[in-house]
């Protein structure tokens, strides 16, 4: 039997390198270290086992398990939490929607008090027009009917839920109106529509542009004398949707990139040629029955040498107001301006105002108005005349009472959607003046613009009416309007 663990064991004999392996007071001996020519160090040998040794584990005692489960505590603490979230997020809602709400009705009692105000105002005015009138007579008293007009078709658009009450409002004016002959000298207005008409005594006139003017065709030369020999009226502005509804109602131009072309007093558009000849052709048969038309005359569109003679009003300069544009023809024109371009996208040019106060058309006599007291020949919208359009018209026609009545095929450019443009030759239509798409030199008191006379699709163009001499068409003319007349309404 081997010797106590304290003490060094003899080589066993046998082998060399094998050790004994058996075991020791019944125990379970770690293996002998291989046996070494220099014997084994006895503390190394006791750290060695000490290191060795499995750890002990040790029993807890008194510990009782809980009575709920941790893991469940944490899930109902975090549910709980979630909950007071959600809680307080709903009262966080619940208070911001009374705000809101509260923010609402404050608004709308302000506009409503602001409306209320308005009207309040309005009726006033109304009532001291209302007053002038009782007092006036003859043109003096109709023309106070147009400043009615003016804070009716205001608080019309202002007060929608009683649109009714205004337009009987306004009918009631409208009845007002003298019922008078038009004489020589002496402005008046037309009862049938309530058309503001301007007297416009004959004479001569340098019609064309001089020939350094910039931005001038070729159509417009040679500028020669003209001599009109009669007197006659024209409108004082151009025809708004409200007095073109007078005698055809239901007319209402749509909107056009989101800005409205038919308020009561922004001029009529989106009309073409035979439809603005057919208002005039109905107001003169309106008229004639009422005895209101003086022998020979008869409601018309201008013709060209008339709307030029009717625009310059004595002057011979680019514009009615001088020979450049700028802030001083924002005064007198609305054209395209620099901010109408930029929020358009649109090309400047030269000479251009800042700004005039509108981007698309204004309300009729918005602006300052020319020594006739006309308003809008400059810009707004362009004019229809009755002539055709002939670019040799100023070689061709005669210097006394010209007016292009046969039809005359020509190049003209034509614009479609997307501000597509071409040239076709065909007959068309004078247009005058310009309109607020149009740059400052487009609006010169001498260009000449034309299209087809079906064109119902541009948003620059109406008309005013004139009260002139009766025009006789000639059979080429009448065949052009009925042949152009059947061509619009095929498919």
């Known amino acids: 039997m081997p010797e106590s663990s304290d003490k060094t064991e003899e080589p066993a004999q046998g082998k060399a390198g094998e050790s004994d392996s058996s075991p020791q007071n019944g125990a379970n001996a770690d293996p002998k270290p291989e046996e070494s020519s220099t014997p084994p160090n006895r503390s190394a040998v006791r750290r060695s086992r000490k290191w060795r040794k499995e750890p002990q584990v040790k029993k807890l005692h008194n510990i009782k398990s809980p009575a709920v489960n941790p893991f469940l505590m944490i899930l109902d603490q975090h549910s709980a939490h979630r909950v007071r979230i959600v809680k307080a997020v709903a009262l966080a809602t619940l208070v911001s929607v009374l ?34 009138m009782s007092s006036k007579s003859g043109y003096a008293r109709s023309k106070l009917v147009f400043e009615s007009f003016k804070w009716i078709d205001h608080i019309s658009e202002r007060d929608p839920l009683n649109r009714i009450k205004w337009e009987k409002k306004r009918q009631s004016f409208l009845d007002k109106i003298i019922d008078v002959k038009p004489e020589i000298g002496a402005d008046f207005v037309v009862p049938s529509a309530a058309l503001d008409m301007v007297f416009i005594p004959r004479g001569q006139f340098l019609m064309g542009r001089l020939p350094k003017e ?48 038919n308020l009561p007093a922004q001029p009529l558009v989106r009309v073409d040629w035979h439809t603005a000849q057919k208002f005039c052709e109905k107001l003169t048969e309106m ?20 709307w030029e003679y009717s625009c310059r009003a004595g002057t011979d300069t680019f514009y009615y107001w001088g020979s450049e544009f700028g802030a001083k023809g924002a005064e007198f024109a609305n054209s395209l301006d620099k901010k109408a371009a930029a929020r358009f996208g649109w090309k400047s040019g030269s000479d251009m105002a800042d700004a005039d106060g509108y981007l698309v058309s204004a309300r009729t006599s918005s602006y300052k108005p020319n020594a006739f007291s006309l308003y809008d020949m400059s810009g707004n919208v362009w004019e229809w005349c009755y002539d055709w359009y002939n670019p040799r018209a100023y070689k061709d026609l005669p210097a006394l009472n010209p007016v292009q009545a046969e039809p005359v ?8 959607d997307f501000d597509r443009r071409y ?31 079906e064109d119902a699709r541009n948003t620059g163009i109406g008309f005013r009416v004139a009260m002139a001499p ?7 003319d009448l065949e052009a309007r009925k042949s152009s007349k059947q061509e619009s309404k095929a498919p």
């Open 99 to 132: 705000i809101l709400l509260a923010y609402f009705w404050i608004c709308k009692k302000m506009e409503k008090d602001a409306l209320d105000k308005e009207i309040h105002g309005a009726e006033e005015a109304l009532g001291l027009i209302e007053k002038d």
């Open 287 to 306: 008229e004639r029955k009422a005895g209101r038309v003086p022998e020979g005359y008869e409601y018309r569109l201008p013709t060209e040498a008339e």
């Open 409 to 416: 095929v020509a190049s003209i450019e034509i614009k479609t």
């Open 470 to 476: 009766l025009i006789i068409p000639p059979k080429s």
């Open 214 to 261: 910039p931005g001038a065709n070729s159509d417009e030369l040679p500028q020669r004398l003209v001599t009109l020999s009669y007197d006659f009226w024209i409108m004082r502005t151009e025809i708004s949707n409200a007095q073109f509804n007078e005698l055809y109602p239901g007319r209402s131009p749509e909107s056009w990139d989101g800005f409205r072309l």
């Open 423 to 453: 040239n076709a030759d065909c007959t068309s239509k004078v247009l005058r003046g310009g309109s607020w798409g149009n740059l400052p030199l487009d609006c010169r008191s001498a260009t000449r613009s034309a299209s087809y006379p």
